[in-house]
T-cell receptor, first 115, second 113 residues
Framework: GAVVSQHPSRVICKSGTSVKIECRSL??????MFWYRQFPKQSLMLMAT?????????EQGVEKDKFLINHASLTLSTLTVTSAHPEDSSFYIC???????????FGPGTRLTVT | GDSVTQMEGPVTLSEEAFLTINCTYT??????LFWYVQYPGEGLQLLLK?????DKGSNKGFEATYRKETTSFHLEKGSVQVSDSAVYFC????????????FGTGTSLTVIP
């Protein structure tokens, strides 16, 4: 089946620094990737949708200058949290769509803790 | 708009008990319906899905039937195990190139021995 990986699985950073999270589709070409954020004991909130080679489409209320998304290739999308603050601490999950299917395949998530 | 309403938890059951987690949906098109499971500290794993009315998705003893007349996709399992303890998310997708997923709020299940 389609496999999506995320790296790192956990990251701790200091307030004011930037953190990059990678999302890779391992065995298919992902034309579209999605980034979600999950707060403790809550559901997933879609942050943005990115198509390979074009700018990401952000959901309302998501700061595009703070959450930089790059989808430079058909197997890799990155989310960079810039000038991170403790309130950015969360579980970030990506998903990928492609390979001739409209299904989304989810990554294992990245736990970000900002101190 | 499209949305999913899911039974609130947490749910605590004894091992071998019967499980039902209710899920209803609202959709403008013809959605596909999904159940995802999230174990502690991990990402989402697809548990089962159904792509059209009257389809039954099943996996690992879990079942859910796509009921268009009641706009429901309730998750059931006849005999739960301790290892089933997790958070379960109902979701829908209308597919296509945008293919946005709409998730329910999740239901936490704890199975005690």
């Amino acid at each position: 089946g389609a496999v999506v990986s995320q790296h790192p699985s956990r990251v701790i950073c200091k307030s004011g620094t930037s953190v990059k999270i990678e999302c890779r589709s391992l065995d298919f070409q992902a034309t579209t990737m999605f980034w979600y954020r999950q707060f403790p004991k809550q559901s997933l909130m879609l942050m943005a949708t990115s198509n390979e080679g074009s700018k990401a489409t952000y959901e309302q209320g998501v700061e595009k200058d703070k959450f930089l998304i790059n989808h430079a290739s058909l197997t890799l999308s990155t989310l960079t949290v810039t000038s991170a603050h403790p309130e950015d601490s969360s579980f970030y999950i990506c998903s990928a769509q492609g390979g001739g299917s409209w299904e989304q395949y989810f990554g294992p998530g990245t736990r970000l803790t900002v101190t | 708009g499209d949305s999913v309403t899911q039974m609130e938890g947490p749910v605590t059951l004894s091992e071998e008990a019967f499980l039902t987690i209710n899920c209803t949906y609202t959709a403008t098109g013809y959605p596909s319906l999904f159940w995802y499971v999230q174990y502690p500290g991990e990402g989402l794993q697809l548990l089962l899905k159904a792509t059209k009315a009257d389809d039954k998705g099943s996996n690992k003893g879990f079942e859910a039937t796509y009921r268009k007349e009641t706009t429901s996709f309730h998750l059931e399992k006849g005999s739960v195990q301790v290892s089933d303890s997790a958070v379960y998310f109902c979701a829908l997708s209308v597919g296509g190139s945008s293919n946005q997923f709409y998730f329910g709020t999740g239901t936490s299940l704890t199975v005690i021995p």
